[in-house]
């Protein structure tokens, strides 16, 4: 059976010095002997932390703003004296150095390094820390989620089940040491979102021939979400769809509304945008109608869940028309021109 022998750093290059008695402390080398001693073994032992140290010029107050976000997404902990601190991995490494070159350039000083142990400061000290600061952000988040469990809440589109499960997973991922409560947010979350599917179940899904030959309302100043819309209601529902604006649809009784900010017709449901609430709605099955929907979702809700960036330029051309003073309809023909052109050339 082999022996672990933790190892004293040697005072030479060769670990295995460590076998002639020159052992020094804080030995980055694990040395294992076999039974017999018939082998012998040496691996390197690598330091547990990665310490970042750096400061900016005073004037630079955004830059710092910027570096504070950046530590607390990776899931850093500042220490009590200086610096901050994450378990040594590859990724951890690359994020600390990184950010360190960010700094440099904002003619700032920084440094990492990697660290065995910190004085006055036991190891499970720090694992104690990383704990607490996430067991903080799920107590944040189990707000969140008994929030939009509610009835008053339970049909607005923020925070909505998918942003809800995006922030858990960026909980989780920094979650180096496993927070004792994690396991109940995971549950409610799962729960939240089984019910959420048990609502939708129950609706019923929409024949587009009850929808033929009607008027569709909507905003003024059209953008990404109403624009595409509509050309999917022309398409998909009804080639000869007919559409008004107006910011009150009680002005226009027998349209439908769509994208307007009240109960009824179609619009957001959770963090879906209207876009994809007609398709749902309208059973509408077609691969490449899904990239489209992915892109209008990041550019009308900006959450860059799909990390789709097609629609990104069609929305500020939009945007410009509007500012510009373009008519509804013309705004609504051509920007339905460019969604057309989106649909024939996403991939």
Not at 132 to 144: I, N, Q, S, V, W
Request: glycine share 8%; hydrophobic share 40%.
């Amino acid at each position: 059976m082999a022996q672990r022998i933790p190892a004293r750093a040697p005072s030479d290059p060769n670990p295995v010095s460590l076998l002639r008695g020159h052992n020094p402390p804080n030995s980055p080398y694990v040395i294992t002997v076999s039974s017999g001693a018939m082998s012998i073994s040496v691996k390197r032992n690598l330091p547990a932390w990665l310490l970042l140290v750096f400061t900016l010029p005073t004037a630079k107050a955004s830059e710092r703003v910027g570096v504070w976000r950046k530590l607390q997404r990776y899931g850093a902990v500042a220490l009590p004296a200086s610096g901050y601190v994450l378990p040594n991995s590859s990724m951890n490494q690359e994020r600390f150095e990184w950010l360190a070159t960010s700094i440099r350039s904002s003619k700032g000083q920084a440094a990492v390094a990697q660290v065995c142990s910190f004085d006055e400061l036991r190891n499970e000290q720090i694992e104690h820390m990383f704990n607490e600061a996430r067991t903080l952000e799920y107590h944040l988040l189990e707000k969140e989620l008994k929030k939009f469990a509610k009835p008053p809440y339970r049909d607005k589109s923020e925070p909505g089940i998918v942003r809800l499960k995006r922030r858990l997973q960026q909980i989780v991922e920094i979650d180096f040491f496993g927070s004792p409560i994690r396991a109940r947010i995971e549950e409610a979350v799962q729960q939240l979102e089984s019910d959420g599917g048990k609502e939708k179940g129950r609706e019923g899904k929409k024949n587009p021939k009850d929808y033929a030959g009607r008027t569709w309302i909507t905003r003024p100043q059209p953008g990404i979400d109403r624009v595409s819309s509509a050309w999917l209601i022309l398409r998909y529902i009804d080639a000869h769809a007919k559409f008004a604006f107006d910011k009150d649809p009680r002005h226009h009784p027998d349209a439908i509304p769509f994208d307007m900010f009240n109960a009824g017709g179609f619009g957001h449901v959770a963090n879906d945008c209207t876009f994809e609430t007609l398709m749902k709605s309208f059973s509408i099955k077609d691969s490449r109608l899904r990239l489209v929907a992915q892109a209008i979702h990041d550019a009308d809700l900006a959450d860059e869940l799909f990390g789709r960036i097609e629609a990104l330029g069609i929305d500020r051309i939009l945007d410009g028309w509007n500012k510009q003073g373009m008519g509804n309809e013309e705004v609504l023909r051509k920007g339905m021109e460019m969604i057309e052109g989106l649909y024939n050339g996403i991939r």
